[in-house]
């Protein structure tokens, strides 16, 4: 297999109060909560889109794109999440490369995910190819009070051709996430290409990040996403710098291990996939809480086939 994708899981844990490492609720324990995020690469349904560039994905297309293979991919991502959780799917999952509301339909109603009544966050994305960013979420287990999309300041209406950025405002057991997914422009055609745009991007989340801490110092922020870029790139980097307000990010990808990877790129494992959060996320002693060492790359050996 030249190349592939796998999972990023994070896991959060809450705590008793009588303890300063055990992360369980303050009032009694509860089951791990499990963020997720997957890449689905080109999630397209078989209908043409007149808007979008989506003429790779038709019946008539050199792929021969058809609803036996549609039906197929999706049931290939519900597995993935399905299994990513263990006996209980993820509580929220990210998702990118979907094609449109359509999709997510077919794999959120469509399959036995069905049973865990996840909601949809999404909306179509400026992205010349049509593909977006997007959350499903179970609202027994956290609920999503305010969402946006988000397009860097700076750009004529329709001159920004890449995936916005979806911005929720997440409550899990009283305490609150402020939780950014991200698609990044990719490098195809060089390092630099894109790079425009990828900078744009970082700023506005800092700007972002920068508000909410104005209004809150301990702001419990995560960034997640396909970077398209290591965990070391200069732009991904901008964004964990310090901030105005004294507020650190830690990118928790940083420390995946030499040879591991979200995805394998001419026998290179490299790590585009990242969790970005902050510093309170890391140091609560209250409410939602994580670690490093929560954070963990989902490979079954179904993906390796």
Same mark, same amino acid.
């Given at each position: 297999?030249?190349?592939?994708?796998?999972?990023?899981?994070?896991?959060?844990?809450?705590?008793?109060?009588?303890?300063?490492?055990?992360?369980?609720?303050?009032?009694?324990?509860?089951?791990?909560?499990?963020?997720?995020?997957?890449?689905?690469?080109?999630?397209?349904?078989?209908?043409?889109?007149?808007?979008?560039?989506?003429?790779?994905?038709?019946?008539?297309?050199?792929?021969?794109?058809?609803?036996?293979?549609?039906?197929?991919?999706?049931?290939?991502?519900?597995?993935?999440?399905?299994?990513?959780?263990?006996?209980?799917?993820?509580?929220?999952?990210?998702?990118?490369?979907?094609?449109?509301?359509?999709?997510?339909?077919?794999?959120?109603?469509?399959?036995?995910?069905?049973?865990?009544?996840?909601?949809?966050?999404?909306?179509?994305?400026?992205?010349?190819?049509?593909?977006?960013?997007?959350?499903?979420?179970?609202?027994?287990?956290?609920?999503?009070?305010?969402?946006?999309?988000?397009?860097?300041?700076?750009?004529?209406?329709?001159?920004?051709?890449?995936?916005?950025?979806?911005?929720?405002?997440?409550?899990?057991?009283? =305490?609150?996430?402020?939780?950014?997914?991200?698609?990044?422009? &990719? @490098?195809? $055609?060089?390092?630099?290409? +894109? #790079?425009? /745009? %990828?900078?744009?991007?970082?700023?506005?989340?800092?700007?972002?990040?920068?508000?909410?801490?104005?209004?809150?110092?301990?702001?419990?922020?995560?960034?997640?996403?396909?970077?398209?870029?290591?965990?070391?790139?200069?732009?991904?980097?901008?964004?964990?710098?310090?901030?105005?307000?004294?507020?650190?990010?830690?990118?928790?990808?940083?420390?995946?291990?030499?040879?591991?990877?979200?995805?394998?790129?001419?026998?290179?494992?490299?790590?585009? =996939?990242?969790?970005?959060?902050?510093?309170?996320?890391?140091? &609560? @002693?209250? $409410?939602?809480?994580?670690? +490093? #060492?929560? /954070? %963990?790359?989902?490979?079954?050996?179904?993906?390796?086939?």
């Amino acid at each position: 297999m030249l190349n592939g994708r796998f999972v990023v899981l994070i896991i959060f844990l809450f705590h008793f109060p009588w303890s300063s490492h055990l992360l369980y609720s303050r009032s009694s324990p509860v089951e791990p909560l499990l963020l997720m995020f997957y890449n689905v690469e080109n999630l397209f349904d078989i209908y043409d889109d007149p808007d979008t560039n989506d003429d790779e994905f038709l019946p008539g297309s050199p792929r021969r794109w058809n609803l036996r293979k549609y039906r197929a991919k999706i049931n290939s991502i519900y597995k993935v999440i399905s299994a990513s959780g263990g006996w209980s799917p993820p509580g929220i999952v990210a998702l990118c490369e979907i094609e449109n509301r359509r999709v997510l339909e077919d794999l959120v109603y469509g399959t036995n995910l069905s049973k865990y009544n996840y909601e949809i966050i999404h909306e179509d994305s400026p992205d010349p190819r049509g593909i977006d960013v997007c959350l499903i979420y179970r609202k027994e287990i956290m609920d999503v009070v305010f969402w946006e999309y988000l397009i860097p300041d700076g750009y004529a209406p329709g001159s920004f051709s890449s995936r916005s950025v979806l911005y929720a405002k997440c409550i899990a057991g009283g =305490d609150s996430i402020h939780l950014f997914v991200n698609h990044w422009p &990719s @490098r195809r $055609g060089g390092v630099l290409a +894109g #790079e425009g /745009l %990828r900078r744009s991007i970082a700023r506005m989340l800092r700007a972002k990040i920068d508000s909410l801490t104005l209004s809150d110092a301990q702001s419990k922020i995560i960034i997640t996403g396909d970077f398209n870029a290591a965990p070391d790139d200069n732009v991904v980097r901008e964004i964990s710098e310090s901030y105005a307000s004294g507020l650190s990010m830690v990118n928790l990808s940083v420390g995946i291990g030499k040879g591991q990877g979200t995805y394998r790129y001419r026998g290179t494992w490299e790590a585009i =996939d990242q969790f970005i959060v902050s510093q309170s996320l890391l140091d &609560s @002693r209250s $409410g939602i809480y994580t670690s +490093g #060492e929560y /954070l %963990r790359i989902f490979s079954p050996d179904f993906l390796l086939r």
